[in-house]
């Protein structure tokens, strides 16, 4: 397994932006973003495949959130623009370890409010 530590988060108007940081033990084969609503279930936000730098968003969020990796320091970002009052819930990093395999490494989540 990989230990994940997310930074970042916090409260911010509709429209504004913000970025979240998620530091890795080690390099998975993939990273991603997922969140959760109070009330709704965990959903795929977006991830990072490190080798070739593919990156696959939800459709939610396509043309607004940008995801990125620096692979020195095993980190990946996501950076949120023109948030929208339903961009509010608790962010999860995630790692996929090994290719193949679903994730399966889970930060604690932090928490994103966006008020209107």
């Known amino acids: 397994q990989v230990q994940l530590v997310e930074s970042g988060g916090g409260l911010v108007q509709a429209g504004g932006s913000l970025g979240l940081s998620c530091a890795a033990s080690?390099?998975?084969?993939?990273m991603g973003w997922f969140r959760q609503a109070p009330g709704k279930e965990r959903e795929f936000v977006a991830s990072?495949?490190?080798?070739?730098?593919?990156?696959v968003f939800a459709d939610s969020v396509k043309g607004r959130f940008a995801i990125s990796g620096d692979n020195a320091k095993s980190t990946l970002y996501l950076r949120m623009s023109s948030l929208k009052p339903e961009d509010t819930a608790v962010y999860y990093c995630?790692?996929?370890?090994?290719?193949?395999?679903?994730?399966?490494?889970w930060g604690q989540g932090t928490q994103v409010t966006v008020s209107s």
């Open positions: 080690r390099l998975p084969y993939a």
């Open positions: 990072l495949y490190w080798s070739g730098g593919q990156t």
């Open positions: 995630a790692a996929q370890t090994i290719q193949g395999r679903s994730f399966d490494s």
